[in-house]
Structure formats: structure tokens, C-alpha cells
């Protein structure tokens, strides 16, 4: 069997634990350790988040993110910058291979209706009454043009759902923990990471997990529920959301 499908049917397969509405408390993972933008011997933190995505078979982000990485030091470290590209090139053969052997129909690469974005024609956000919960997708969340590189165009309306309760589903996208998840990204679709086009920041949420809690990885669509934060946030002068939440309840989707 070839690795790549290997990879996916291991994931689908291998048995884990159900995701718990109410995790049982464990003890925090100890965060990944950053590395020093001095330190030319340690990889940064979009390089070790992209090995991550690529263990995991998620080739499509991790090709993203090591271009992250590799943008960075270009011109300071030239040797680095070309075992970056390699990186890259190992991704895009993944790529090219997985979609060989497991073709996807397009439309699991882009689930769900089309949501307008244009700003004369996007359907704008009603808060709803305090303590209601809002049910939402992902699309028609961040439905509206975002500059990724820039950043400061989110619409009024969304700013207004800061702290706003909302219901979503997704799937879940560990950021630098394999068990024991305090915080993870949720994405639309799974497909996409692996050798789509990765979901555009506004079309992802930073999930976490109350103090002291923790779930375990879920591979299948889960439905996230909790206390929604607007705010462009970033790392190394990259925008790397725009969407968190504080979570509680993570559940499976019931089907």
C-alpha cells in the first residue's frame, strides 16, 4: 500500500477514544518551546508546526507553512532556505501521489453552499440575544475577502460577535500536541489540509480547551460550542487567526 494512503487509512482506522463534552482533566501538555529567531540551529515555530502537518499526512498545510518558514530566512540563511525548499518539494510530490492513489470529488474539497464574500453581496452577522447560542458554519463565519498579509479589514459585523456564543463543526487539527489537546485548529474540511487549498485564516478557529481539560484527537467532524474571540492575532509577523473560542462542549457530530 502506498505510504500516503497508508497514512489516511491508519488515521480513519486506528481506534481513539470519543471526544468527551466534558474532558476528563489531565495535566496541561507542556507548550512547544519556540525557538529564538537568533538561533539559527532551531527550526522555527512554522517549521516545526509543518513537520507536524506532514507527519500527520496533511501535506497541503505543511507545503504552506514551511513556505512560511522559508520567507523568513531567505536572506539570512541561505543553506537553510534551500533544505526549506526540498521541504516544499517533498509536499508537492505528496501531493501529487496521494491525489493519485485517493482521488477526492470536489465538492468534499469545498462542503457546504457557496457563500458570497463580496462586500456589496455578503449577508451580514446579527448578534444573537445574550446567551443565546449561534449556530454558524465555518464558510459563513468568515465569509468576506480577508487580506491574509495585512490583515485589519474584518468587517464591523464580525468584530461585533466577540464574545458572542456560537455552535460550529469541523475538524479537528492538533497545533503541537498528539494527545491530551488543550488547544487545536478546526477546519471545514480535513481533505483540504492534506492536498486541497488550505482554508483561508477566516475560515479556521483556534479552539480551547477550559484550564485543567483536554481531549483526545477525533478524527472524524466534531461540533465545537463555546464563547467565540474576534482579533487578528500574530506570530512572527505572520497573521495566523482571526477566530478563537473558548470551548464547553466537543462533541462528535451525531449522524
Avoid at 522555527?44 to 518558514?69: I, V
Wanted: charged fraction near 25%.
Amino acid at each position: 500500500m502506498p505510504r500516503n494512503l497508508w497514512i489516511l487509512t491508519l488515521a480513519a482506522s486506528f481506534a481513539l477514544p470519543a471526544v468527551a463534552a466534558d474532558p476528563k482533566p489531565v495535566a496541561a501538555a507542556a507548550p512547544a518551546k519556540v525557538a529564538d529567531d537568533k538561533d539559527k540551529d532551531t527550526p522555527s515555530k512554522f517549521e516545526t508546526r509543518a513537520t507536524e502537518a506532514f507527519n500527520r499526512g496533511q501535506y497541503s498545510l505543511a507545503k504552506e507553512l514551511f513556505g512560511k518558514a522559508a520567507d523568513r530566512i531567505k536572506e539570512s540563511d541561505p543553506k537553510k532556505y534551500a533544505q526549506l525548499q526540498e521541504q516544499i518539494k517533498a509536499c508537492e510530490k505528496n501531493i501529487k501521489e496521494l491525489a493519485a492513489v485517493l482521488p477526492i470529488p470536489p465538492a468534499d474539497l469545498n462542503p457546504g453552499p457557496q457563500v458570497e464574500t463580496a462586500p456589496d453581496k455578503r449577508k451580514k452577522h446579527v448578534a444573537p440575544p445574550k446567551d443565546q447560542v449561534m449556530e454558524i458554519t465555518m464558510q459563513e463565519l468568515g465569509n468576506f475577502d480577508y487580506n491574509s498579509d495585512k490583515g485589519g479589514n474584518i468587517p464591523d459585523d464580525v468584530k461585533k460577535l466577540n464574545g458572542v456564543k456560537v455552535r460550529v463543526k469541523g475538524f479537528m487539527i492538533p497545533l503541537d500536541q498528539a494527545d491530551n489537546i488543550s488547544h487545536f485548529s478546526l477546519v471545514p474540511s480535513l481533505f483540504a489540509c492534506c492536498f486541497g487549498q488550505p482554508p483561508q485564516v477566516q475560515h479556521q478557529v483556534v479552539v480551547h480547551t477550559p484550564k485543567g481539560k483536554a481531549v483526545s484527537y477525533y478524527p472524524d467532524e466534531i461540533v465545537c460550542e463555546g464563547t467565540l474571540k474576534v482579533e487578528e492575532k500574530k506570530e512572527d509577523g505572520y497573521i495566523v487567526s482571526v477566530f478563537e473560542m473558548d470551548v464547553s462542549s466537543v462533541k462528535p457530530l451525531a449522524k
